[in-house]
């Protein structure tokens, strides 16, 4: 984080100390308020390699003060060294250097001629009839010059917020994309078993019953109840067929997907067994919009939903998805036989981790309550922002 309190580094002859303490009693209400911090060569510990110690410390200023006079000029040491290295970081934007006359000198013949200097109109300390409003005149303008600079760390501060945030989405997308990698192995998996355990034995007891039927020497009765059996296991092969074939087809263009459309389709899919009552409810969630939290939204509902149906022996359940101010909320509820042990992460399948996982992209949360007997309460929230929002914001 870029640090408020603005460093600043005096650069100046020995000789000139006197007006340079001057300089800074005249800065002291800033540094005091904490806008400001000072640097000088006195400043440095005794034992401590003294040209290290300037360098290192004019690196890390954000304003250099050439204090000039003829003695300013005229130390090879200052030019050669501060005053070479305080221009390439001017020149680089890194610092932001800015003479001050102290008195009349040669400021033209200086590789700095063109940096505009306090104080106004370059008229030197020593030429104003009272010094007090000299140095106030350029205490002022220090004022600015320390506006600029927050100025310019708010924007670079500003600028590093959005590549962290790009970086951020970036990382998101990596880990959404392994995720989706997981899901289609687990997907192809649950495929190879339902064309093992489902297709194949549908098909088996197809082939068994024509096999029948072909011997012959069968009853008409019996002829009717093995043609009709077996008309039901094809018709049990195809359905299975089917429902593999949608599991391979790719997830639906998210400009084409409508989230309430396709929970409502599982809504009908599920009431399709008479021993099982799902209902659904939804508030306000077309104002959603990231197409891809949708989906994954989706994913999440399909996973408890099957969850629910395999492993709750439940006989009604509920999903509510709702959008309440930036947040959104999914609720399920059934009436299955729950469970009394608390979930910890070594003990969730592989759907729990998947949703967890998925909330977790979007920094969203689960809490899950059950007790025997007493069926399940899963409750999830994810920070959003909605269109209503998005209208909202000034422009």
Not at 205 to 210: D, L, N
Request: glycine residues 4%; neutral net charge.
């Amino acid at each position: 984080m870029i640090n408020n309190n603005i460093k600043i580094f005096f650069s100046y002859s020995h000789k000139d100390e006197k007006l340079c303490k001057i300089l800074r009693d005249y800065l002291k209400p800033l540094e005091r308020n904490n806008m400001i911090t000072n640097w000088y060569d006195r400043k440095i510990i005794p034992g401590s390699d003294w040209n290290s110690e300037i360098l290192e410390n004019l690196r890390n200023s954000s304003i250099v003060f050439f204090l000039l006079s003829h003695n300013f000029l005229a130390s090879n040491y200052i030019n050669q060294n501060e005053v070479k290295l305080a221009l390439e970081l001017h020149n680089s934007g890194r610092v932001i250097v800015v003479p001050i006359l102290l008195s009349r000198c040669d400021f033209e013949s200086t590789p700095f001629k063109n940096i505009q200097g306090l104080p106004t109109d370059l008229i030197a300390i020593e030429k104003w009839r009272i010094r007090s409003d000299a140095y106030m005149d350029v205490v002022e303008g220090i004022k600015k010059v320390i506006q600029r600079v927050k100025d310019r760390n708010e924007i670079s501060l500003n600028e590093e917020s959005k590549w962290q945030d790009i970086v951020k989405k970036y990382d998101q997308n990596i880990e959404l994309l392994k995720m989706e990698l997981q899901v289609k192995q687990k997907k192809l998996n649950n495929i190879g078993m339902d064309l093992h355990d489902d297709v194949n034995q549908s098909l088996a007891g197809v082939k068994m019953y024509i096999s029948l039927l072909k011997k012959g020497g069968i009853e008409t009765e019996q002829s009717q109840e093995l043609f009709n059996n077996t008309i039901e296991y094809l018709d049990y092969a195809i359905n299975g067929i089917r429902q593999v074939s949608r599991s391979l087809i790719e997830d639906i263009s998210s400009n084409n997907f409508d989230l309430k459309i396709e929970i409502l389709k599982l809504e009908s899919l599920f009431n399709h067994n008479k021993e099982f009552k799902l209902t659904t409810e939804f508030y306000k969630i077309e104002t959603i919009l990231n197409p891809q939290l949708e989906m994954n939204i989706f994913r999440i509902v399909q996973e408890t939903l099957n969850n629910i149906h395999k492993h709750s022996k439940a006989t009604e359940a509920s999903i509510s998805i709702k959008v309440i101010g930036s947040r959104i909320t999914i609720k399920f509820t059934d009436n299955g036989i729950g469970f009394t042990k608390k979930l910890k992460d070594g003990d969730k399948g592989i759907g729990l981790q998947n949703i967890g996982y998925r909330l977790k992209l979007y920094n969203g949360t689960v809490e899950i309550k059950s007790n025997i007997n007493s069926g399940v309460s899963i409750y999830m929230e994810i920070p959003i922002e909605t269109k209503e929002e998005r209208e909202d914001f000034p422009h």
